[in-house]
């Protein structure tokens, strides 16, 4: 006598039958018909059968499945029963069966997700117009047919499992782990990439607000979904302590090689970097992911450590606020000229010309501010960063002063160099008249 049904279902429970069931999927559920009667008819079970069969096929991806229209078996089909909001939309219950070749297929099914909800519920009201519910599937595993390597299930002596035979996608034809690959969720020694080391499990100090990478007892293994490409070069703390700046390092993986996307999704990368494909941290590219703070007037650019951003207002806006924060269609540019050192028997240096003309600058900006040329919101910073494209310009190493006020400078004579100044503002102006100092 039978006491459990007549299939293995995955992944613990096993029955004890005569006649163990082949390997396949069996679903429960119930439709919605539009513009049905009580009784289902042949075309509407058709286009059911016909739908898992394509769904089947397609979640197998590459792999033949071997899955026919015979293979598809609708039973247990009940009465209609009306919809209370439309009378000529009635409910059916029903079972559909479909026959896989082998564990292994079943399987490639189950793992793909295809023919679990919300995909089926979806896909049914898109391609027929039925609604799907009270849906169950069970997935089931041949019991006359052993464990072999290429079915997706580990067993002793195995490392990886994943779903077939084939050399060269990481998991070898005697289910090992191919070199430059290694399991999603496992740490192998820094001095040993080759041999397979230990499963890992971050586990979190919810008190301290932290979380640790642990090292458990279980040997790697894996099946296909975490199959992945092994990080070079290995991941090594220590390299990354300025980075991680007062951080304990204590709280981060150990250093050894794991696999390139678990540091991906795991790791925790310093202020300013990520992990971008590897174990290996990059700088975050603000700019080009648009993670800045700049104006949308603003050129960004990356500093040459690539750590951070910079941002500045372009030459045809106006800084409204410092560091590109804010850029300003209109404002107000100042253009004038400041006699420099004097021109005597001593030659003039002109980088100290320079120096002189720049501290000039700054105290002509802060005038601005203080009698109300501009803003008293402006600042010298976002008045200096507005000019940044203006350098000043030596004009002149030797304009003469024809009013001889003898203002060119320390030394004697009546010429001193003469250079362009620029000041340029967003704020709130006013312009200097003939008749005196007008608000604008």
């Known amino acids: 006598m039978c006491l459990l049904p007549c299939f293995v279902l995955f992944h613990f429970f096993e029955g004890v039958c005569a006649q163990p069931a082949v390997a396949a999927l069996e679903i429960s559920m119930s439709l919605d018909i539009p513009d049905s009667t009580t009784s289902m008819m042949n075309t509407s079970l058709l286009e059911v059968s016909d739908f898992f069969l394509l769904q089947v096929l397609a979640s197998c991806g590459g792999v033949e499945c071997g899955v026919l229209s015979e293979n598809v078996v609708i039973s247990n089909v009940t009465a209609g029963v009306p919809s209370t909001t439309n009378i000529t939309t009635h409910t059916f219950g029903m079972k559909v069966r479909v026959q896989m070749p082998n564990n ?38 041949d019991g006359n047919r052993p464990y072999i390597c290429g079915d997706n299930q580990i067993q002793p002596g195995e490392i990886c499992n994943d779903g077939n035979t084939d050399a060269g996608d990481g998991c070898s034809a005697v289910c090992t782990l191919e070199t430059g690959f290694m399991c999603h969720s496992a740490i192998r020694s820094g001095v040993d990439p080759e041999t397979p080391g230990s499963m890992v499990e971050w586990v979190t100090n919810a008190t301290a607000n932290t979380k640790r990478l642990v090292i458990l007892d279980t040997p790697e293994t894996c099946t296909k979904d975490d199959i992945c490409v092994q990080s070079s070069p290995r991941w090594t703390p220590i390299n990354w302590s300025d980075a991680y700046g007062a951080i304990d390092l204590t709280t981060l993986p150990p250093d050894a090689f794991y696999c390139d996307r678990f540091c991906v999704e795991t790791f925790t990368p310093p202020k300013y970097y990520e992990f971008d494909g590897t174990c290996m941290p990059i700088t975050v590219n603000e700019c080009q992911k648009g993670l800045t703070t700049c104006d949308p007037n603003a050129l960004c650019t990356e500093p040459s450590d690539g750590v951070g951003f910079e941002c500045q207002c372009d030459q045809k806006y106006f800084v409204k606020d410092a560091m590109g924060v804010s850029c300003a269609t209109s404002g107000i540019k100042v253009k004038f000229t400041l006699g420099g050192m004097r021109v005597s028997q001593v030659a003039v240096d002109e980088n100290e010309d320079r120096d002189n003309i720049l501290a000039a600058r700054l105290m002509f900006i802060d005038e601005l ?4 040329y501009v803003n008293s919101l402006s600042s010298p910073a976002s008045l200096l960063e507005g000019v940044e494209t203006y350098p000043i310009d030596r004009i002149s190493e030797n304009v003469e002063d024809r009013h001889r006020t003898k203002r060119c400078g320390r030394f004697g004579g ?6 362009t100044v620029i000041a340029k503002t967003a704020r709130k102006y006013r312009i200097c008249t003939t008749t005196g100092v007008q608000p604008q």
């Open 104 to 141: 292994a297929r079943t399987l490639s099914v189950q793992t793909s997700k295809t023919l679990e909800m919300p995909v089926v519920g979806a896909d049914i009201s898109q391609q027929l117009n039925f609604n799907a519910s009270d849906y169950e599937i069970f997935y089931i595993r």
């Open 369 to 372: 501010i203080r009698t109300g």
């Open 414 to 419: 009546y010429a001193c160099s003469g250079w």
